[in-house]
């Protein structure tokens, strides 16, 4: 079944305890992304992938990082988590990054960070 | 990046025609027209994209007149399941290949 997958679906932790969301796709897309999404904020893309090895920053990098070493993996790392990070994070990927590919959309992933 | 504005909310009932419309004033000659689904704590689905005229599947209709500056989602006869938050995206790819989710569209069906 074609997916996105995100682990982990729930997570807590504690402040500038280093952390890894793992993202992963299985239909050979090329772009991938990372969105938090917020009460009355929306859905805010926090970097976004183009293909292997090539990375950007959305529109709220700041705290994240990712890497794209394989076409398949966008993991979201957060080197020092702090509470303004609690969030739902979705990842999502589509086949090219043109504007008529749409977007495939992982479960999400709830953190709480106290 | 085209900015498009939904209505915050809508309210409907079960078996009624529903239509979305999405304003995008400054689309660009390429940029296409795509509408989501999104149920809470959920990602948000595709529903259905457009470039021009009008377009239908299984789930909905896309109306994009002549000028492209608007769009209208239309969802036939709703149910209960069919509550949900609707956005509208316009030129996601464009310059630095960002995606922008708008406010979106809150539709709340009652029976």
């Known amino acids: 079944e074609a997916q996105v997958t995100q682990n982990p679906r729930y997570l807590i932790t504690v402040t500038g305890k280093k952390l890894t969301v793992t993202c992963s796709q299985n239909m050979n897309h090329e772009y991938m992304s990372w969105y938090r999404q917020d009460p009355g904020l929306g859905l805010r893309q926090i970097y976004y992938s183009m293909n292997v090895e090539v990375t950007d920053k959305g529109d709220v990098p700041e705290g994240y990082k990712v890497s794209r070493k394989e076409k398949r993996n966008f993991p979201l790392i957060l080197e020092s988590p702090s509470p303004n990070q609690t969030s739902l994070y979705f990842c999502?990927?589509?086949?090219?990054?043109?504007?008529?590919?749409?977007?495939?959309f992982g479960n999400g992933t709830r953190l709480t960070v106290t | 990046l085209a900015k498009t504005t939904q209505p915050i909310s809508m309210d409907s009932y079960e078996g009624q025609e529903v239509n979305i419309t999405c304003s995008h004033n400054n689309i660009a000659t390429n940029d296409y027209i795509t509408w989501y689904q999104q149920f809470p704590s959920q990602g948000p689905r595709f529903i259905i994209q457009g470039y021009k005229t009008k377009v239908t599947n299984e789930v909905a209709s896309l109306f994009i007149p002549a000028d492209r500056k608007s769009s209208t989602l239309s969802l036939p006869r709703v149910s209960l399941s069919d509550t949900a938050v609707y956005y509208c995206?316009?030129?996601?790819?464009?310059?630095?290949?960002?995606?922008?989710f708008g406010a979106g569209t809150r539709l709340f069906v009652k029976a």
């Open positions: 995206l316009v030129g996601a790819r464009t310059g630095g290949f960002k995606t922008i």
């Open positions: 999502a990927s589509s086949l090219g990054w043109q504007g008529n590919s749409p977007l495939h």
